[in-house]
Nanobody
Framework: QVQLVESGGGLVQAGGSLRLSCAAS????????MGWYRQAPGKQRELVAT???????NYADSVKGRFTISRDNAKNTVYLQMNSLKPDDTAVYYC???????????????WGKGTLVTVSS
């Protein structure tokens, strides 16, 4: 019943910026940690950034200082502000969220279908 939908991907020149959004909808009681992952052509999916329900953040070394993760709990939405983009940032970006759908349920991880970010040199 829970669905995560990413938006904001596209084509951008190196040095430019993009802002990704991911909105969770459906049967949601609580959302714990939310995060962004990416998968570049020929590479494994990797962690980009995470943010806890309390606002604590964690970033991959490759994006520290350039990307910022944030969330709007009222909107069940997580954002990824990407600045100073590099061609190596080209990937499909996926959001995920650790969600409890009811009081009696355990938290489980849900994934979006991804949004493509292409950075040209």
């Amino acid at each position: 019943q829970v669905q995560l939908v990413e938006s904001g991907g596209g084509l951008v020149q190196a040095g430019g910026s993009l802002r990704l959004s991911c909105a969770a909808s459906g049967s949601i009681f609580n959302i714990n940690t939310m995060g962004w992952y990416r998968q570049a052509p020929g590479k494994q999916r990797e962690l980009v950034a995470t943010i806890t329900s309390g606002g604590s953040t964690n970033y991959a070394d490759s994006v520290k200082g350039r990307f910022t993760i944030s969330r709007d709990n009222a909107k069940n939405t997580v954002y990824l502000q990407m600045n100073s983009l590099k061609p190596d940032d080209t990937a499909v970006y996926y959001c995920n969220a650790d969600i409890r759908i009811s009081i009696g349920a355990l938290y489980k991880v849900y994934w979006g279908k991804g949004t493509l970010v292409t950075v040209s040199s």
